[in-house]
């Protein structure tokens, strides 16, 4: 029997509860092709889910996003292919091994351009970031669109997208860092809505893509114009928000919500399909990576939770 080296958790808890374990290569059914994994980012909703966020079936290998090489499978083999998976380390085993099973209909070729290690830290952060722009808020040229976290991975993804769709973008987040929004606003030393309407002529932007929410909930719908959108993907702190509803149905403005975990295997390998394309064109662009070991685990969960850097953290599982 082939087996594998993996990452996996048999209680919630901080990233400590992960243990790294020899397991058996998984069976492939009809319809499911094996992927040996080159690459595999961590992001923050890995670090929530072994923490018990997600209520993941347990024991379970984490991991969402990935890039490899698809070793069995009909039509696939010996193909380079990147993306996410359905369910990945919630109610299926994740990425955070040496290989795992995708569906077919979920497979998505890797640009050559790119390396392993840059096309597995695309997945999930482009994902919502597509999703929320494009998909839930149909996202139009010469728009305005405010983008909360706009230094997070997420943030940033969405930051780009929206600039190749044509759409102008204020960014905000805690500190002051290099940002490619077009207006940056530090929250902690300005008052978000204000700063908005001053730089959209009092209107207040198209659309806001909050990757914050929780107490930046509020200020966003604030910072809306009339008919704005708001499109809402996470929640920082306390899920449960308050604002002025007179206010809202007065303002005509839609609130849409976005959980990419509930995207299916076809649709994620559609968006990648179309970001392909985008990375291609040069209108897309990776963040620069810090490379584990899958013995590693720990500390890679540990910088991820802490947040101690901007570079997306990436598992090598066969080796650094």
């Known amino acids: 029997m082939k087996t594998m080296k993996a990452l996996r958790f048999e209680k919630y808890g901080p990233p400590s509860v992960l243990t790294i374990q020899e397991l058996p290569v998984p069976d492939l059914r009809t319809g499911e092709a094996l992927v040996e994994l080159h690459a595999s980012a961590i992001n923050p909703s890995d670090v ?44 299926r085993d994740g990425a955070h091994a040496q290989f795992i099973v995708v569906s077919s209909d979920g497979l998505s070729e890797k640009p050559a351009l790119l390396s392993m290690e840059e096309a597995s830290t695309v997945g999930v952060p482009y994902l919502a970031a597509w999703s929320g722009l494009v998909d839930a808020a149909n996202i139009q040229a010469g728009e305005t669109v405010l983008i909360t976290g706009a230094l997070g991975a997420v943030g ?21 860092q290099p940002s490619d929004a077009d207006v940056f606003i530090n ?36 910072s809306l114009r009339l008919g704005g959108r708001q499109v809402a993907i996470t929640s920082a702190g306390n ?44 209108h897309l662009r990776t963040s620069p990576v810090e490379r584990w070991s899958l013995d590693q685990a720990i500390d890679a969960y540990t910088a991820v939770e802490k947040r101690t850097s901007l570079n997306k953290q990436v598992f090598i599982p066969h080796g650094t």
């Open 48 to 91: 929530k889910n072994v923490a018990g966020v997600f209520k993941a079936s347990l024991p379970r290998i984490p991991g969402r996003d990935f890039a490899g090489v698809v070793v069995a499978g009909d039509g696939w083999k010996g193909k380079e292919v990147w993306g996410s998976g359905a369910g990945f380390g919630v109610w």
């Open 187 to 222: 929250i902690k030393a300005r008052e978000l809505a204000a700063e908005v309407k001053a730089l959209t002529d009092g209107k207040g932007a198209d659309l806001v893509f909050d990757a914050v929410g929780g107490a930046m909930f509020e200020p966003c719908l604030k």
């Open 239 to 282: 899920g449960r928000v308050e604002f002025n509803l007179v206010d809202f149905y007065h303002n005509q403005q839609r609130l849409v919500g976005v959980d990419t975990v509930k995207l299916s295997s076809p649709a994620i390998a559609n968006i990648m399909d179309k970001l392909r394309r985008g990375f291609e064109d040069g």
């Open 156 to 176: 940033r993804a969405a930051i780009q997208i929206a600039h190749w769709k044509s759409a102008k973008v204020i960014g905000a987040d805690i500190t002051d």
